[in-house]
C-alpha cells in the first residue's frame, strides 16, 4: 500500500466525523429543520417539509448560535496569549486573535481545532504564517492521545490555481511539464469565476477539486531511518549524517589511520523523521523533503475534544436535542394558536332578518356601532362570538422547563449571557454568577488554550 493510499485511507475513516460536523454546523447557523424524517407514504423527507405536509409551519428560534456567540465574547473578552508568547510582529501578520476566536468557533461546533504553522513569503510579508484548516479538508490516522504523541499520519487536501501550483511545485522544466499534464483541465483564468460559491458549504471530496481548480494532496507520514551519529575528536564536533555516508566515512578514516591522525567515531542509529509528500489526484509526486523546520515535526497544531477511546464531541452536540425540542414545542404552540377560533361569530340562521344577506350581516358585525336587527325565540339563543385561547396542553410550560434546562445543558447561564437573573440583587452576586458558569466551561477552554499553546511553540522554533 502506497503513502497515498494510506491517506486516503484515514480520509474515509473521518467520515463519521465530517458528517456530523456538517449537522451541527447547520443547527448553529440556522437551518434545523433538514434530518431526514420519514413520511406517511414510507419516502424520505426532510423534517422541514414533513412539519409543512402535516399543516404546520416549521419554525425556528436559533438558541445555539446565540450560545456560541457567547462563550465566543467572554473568551476574546479575556484573552490572553498562552506560553510562549509569539512575537507581535508576527501575531499582527497573521491577524492571531481573529484566527483563534474563529478556530474556538469551529471548536465548539465540531470538537475540532486544526491550524497549520508553515514559513514561507507572501504578497503579505515573508516569516512564519499561521491558517485555519476546515476539518472537512483534513485527515488524520485514529489516535488517543490527547497530546497527539500517537499521530502517525497527518494531511490536508488543498484547492489551488493552477499559477499556484505551477508557483509552488513547477521548479524545473521536468515538474512543469508534469503539472501541465496533471492538471491539463484547468483553465487559469475561469478558475477565478468558476470555482466553489461564496459561502458554499459542499461536502469535498478526496480527489476532486472545485471545478477549474487543482487538487493537491499534502502527506505527512512519521518514518523510521538509519542514520550515523558520528563524533569527530579532531575537530571536537558531533554530527549525524544519512546511512548512505558509511563508505565517505570508511574513506576518510582510511587516509587518517595511515596519517596517524584520530578516527572519526562511527554509531548506526535508527531514528524517526516526518516526512512530507505532495500529491497529485494521479499519485504523482510533486514534491517531497524531510521537515525542514527546527522541530522537525510536522506543521499541524492539532485538538479534538475530549478524545475519550478516541472520540471527538463538541459543545453544540450536547444541546442539539434540546434545541429540537424547543423549535418543535414552539411550532405546536403556533399550529394550536393557528387553528383556534379567533372571533367566529354564531348567528342563529332563524334570527337573520331577510332583507340582509350574511356578508352584509358580517360586515355589520365587524364595524365599529354597528347596529344589527334580529328576532329573538326560545329555540335559538342569542349570536355569540367565540373566542378560543387555544389550550396548549402544557407547552408553555414544557417550554419554559426547555429553556431552562438548555442553560443548564450548556453551562451558560443568563449572567454570563450579560443578563440578569431572578434574585441577583448585588454585584457581587452577579459576578458569583459569572464564574460559575465560566468554570462549567473551564475544562474546554483549557483545552483550546493548550492548543494554542501548542500552536505557539510552533511558531517559536519553526
Not at 180 to 191: F, H, Q, W
Not at 329 to 356: N, R, W, Y
Request: proline share 5%; net charge negative.
Amino acid at each position: 500500500m502506497n503513502y497515498l493510499s494510506l491517506a486516503l485511507e484515514a480520509w474515509r475513516d473521518g467520515y463519521a466525523l465530517r458528517r456530523r460536523r456538517q449537522r451541527y454546523k447547520r443547527y448553529t447557523y440556522g437551518d434545523q429543520w433538514s434530518d431526514p424524517a420519514t413520511a406517511a407514504d414510507g419516502s424520505a423527507v426532510t423534517e422541514g417539509d414533513l412539519a409543512s405536509h402535516n399543516g404546520q409551519q416549521p419554525l425556528t428560534n436559533n438558541l445555539i448560535r446565540q450560545l456560541v456567540k457567547c462563550v465566543i465574547g467572554n473568551f476574546r473578552g479575556s484573552m490572553t496569549a498562552p506560553s510562549p508568547v509569539p512575537a507581535a510582529e508576527t501575531a499582527a501578520r497573521n491577524a492571531l486573535d481573529e484566527l483563534d476566536a474563529r478556530m474556538l468557533e469551529e471548536f465548539l461546533i465540531s470538537g475540532c481545532a486544526i491550524q497549520r504553522v508553515t514559513v514561507e513569503k507572501r504578497m503579505a510579508g515573508e516569516g512564519v504564517w499561521v491558517d485555519n484548516v476546515s476539518p472537512a479538508s483534513f485527515f488524520i490516522n485514529r489516535f488517543t492521545d490527547p497530546r497527539g504523541l500517537d499521530i502517525e499520519l497527518v494531511g490536508m487536501l488543498h484547492s489551488l490555481s493552477f499559477r499556484e501550483v505551477m508557483m509552488r511545485y513547477g521548479t524545473d522544466a521536468s515538474r512543469a511539464a508534469l503539472i501541465k499534464a496533471e492538471y491539463s483541465g484547468c483553465d487559469p483564468l475561469s478558475g477565478l469565476q468558476e470555482g466553489v460559491s461564496l459561502g458554499d458549504s459542499a461536502a469535498m471530496e478526496f480527489f476532486t477539486a472545485p471545478r477549474h481548480r487543482c487538487r493537491v494532496i499534502e502527506v505527512w507520514t512519521l518514518e523510521s531511518r538509519n542514520v550515523l551519529r558520528c563524533h569527530d575528536p579532531e575537530q571536537a564536533s558531533a554530527f549525524t549524517v544519512a546511512a548512505d555516508c558509511l563508505e565517505s566515512l570508511r574513506e576518510v578514516n582510511a587516509a587518517r589511520q595511515q596519517e596517524g591522525r584520530p578516527e572519526v567515531t562511527i554509531d548506526p542509529r535508527t531514528t524517526m523523521r516526518w516526512h512530507c509528500r505532495i500529491f497529485t489526484p494521479g499519485g504523482r509526486v510533486l514534491d517531497e523533503y524531510d521537515s525542514p523546520y527546527p522541530h522537525s515535526l510536522h506543521p499541524f497544531a492539532v485538538k479534538f475534544y475530549p478524545l475519550t477511546d478516541g472520540e471527538v464531541h463538541s459543545f453544540v452536540e450536547d444541546i442539539i436535542d434540546q434545541q429540537r425540542h424547543v423549535n418543535r414545542l414552539i411550532t405546536l404552540m403556533d399550529s394550536i394558536m393557528a387553528h383556534s377560533a379567533k372571533g367566529v361569530l354564531l348567528f342563529p340562521a332563524g334570527q337573520k332578518p331577510e332583507c340582509m344577506s350574511w356578508q352584509q350581516l358580517g360586515s355589520l358585525w365587524a364595524s365599529c356601532n354597528g347596529i344589527i336587527p334580529y328576532e329573538p325565540n326560545r329555540c335559538d339563543g342569542e349570536p355569540r362570538q367565540i373566542i378560543s385561547g387555544g389550550q396548549d396542553a402544557g407547552a408553555s410550560r414544557l417550554l419554559e422547563l426547555q429553556m431552562q434546562l438548555f442553560n443548564q445543558i450548556s453551562g451558560v447561564s443568563e449572567a454570563m449571557k450579560g443578563q440578569s437573573s431572578q434574585g441577583a440583587s448585588s454585584t457581587s452576586m452577579f459576578d458569583a454568577q459569572v464564574q460559575r458558569s465560566a468554570l462549567a466551561l473551564l475544562d474546554m477552554l483549557d483545552s483550546f488554550n493548550d492548543f494554542r499553546a501548542a500552536r505557539n511553540r510552533l511558531m517559536a522554533s519553526s
